[in-house]
């Protein structure tokens, strides 16, 4: 059975909602590690906001973690974070690959 091309609307929409969902989770993984840095090391909101962002953000840590709870908090985050970027990017490309692949008529097999 022949698949009709998308168009320009469909992948746009696909794109976005993509793109909503990578927005939705870096928001949870922020409130995450809010929590986390504000729970663990008793960080202010605003300290913990930072942390958390610049972890996710792919910079590391702004304050050193001091409690053994902390540093365990702050070692996993830092990797959950280092795989939602993949995750996110992955996401976020996925409609574009699957245009490139309509332009060059892959087809799927069932």
Same mark, same amino acid.
């Given at each position: 059975m022949a $698949? #009709?091309?998308?168009? #320009? @609307?469909?992948?746009?929409?696909? +794109? +976005?909602? $993509?793109?909503a969902a990578s927005l939705a989770l870096l928001a949870g993984s922020l409130g995450i590690g809010i929590w986390g840095y504000q729970h663990?090391? $008793?960080? #202010?909101?605003?300290n913990a906001f !930072?942390?958390?962002?610049? /972890? /996710?953000g792919g910079m590391g840590p702004v304050d050193r973690p001091v409690t053994l709870a902390g540093k365990v908090f702050a070692g996993i985050f830092a990797l959950y974070a280092g795989l939602l970027f993949m995750v996110c990017a992955a996401l976020v490309l996925t409609p !574009? /690959? @699957?245009?490139? /692949? $309509?332009r060059f008529h892959v087809e799927e097999r069932s």
């Amino acid at each position: 059975m022949a $698949h #009709s091309r998308p168009t #320009s @609307h469909h992948f746009i929409r696909r +794109l +976005l909602i $993509h793109f909503a969902a990578s927005l939705a989770l870096l928001a949870g993984s922020l409130g995450i590690g809010i929590w986390g840095y504000q729970h663990y090391e $008793h960080m #202010s909101w605003t300290n913990a906001f !930072v942390n958390a962002a610049m /972890l /996710l953000g792919g910079m590391g840590p702004v304050d050193r973690p001091v409690t053994l709870a902390g540093k365990v908090f702050a070692g996993i985050f830092a990797l959950y974070a280092g795989l939602l970027f993949m995750v996110c990017a992955a996401l976020v490309l996925t409609p !574009v /690959l @699957h245009r490139v /692949l $309509h332009r060059f008529h892959v087809e799927e097999r069932s």
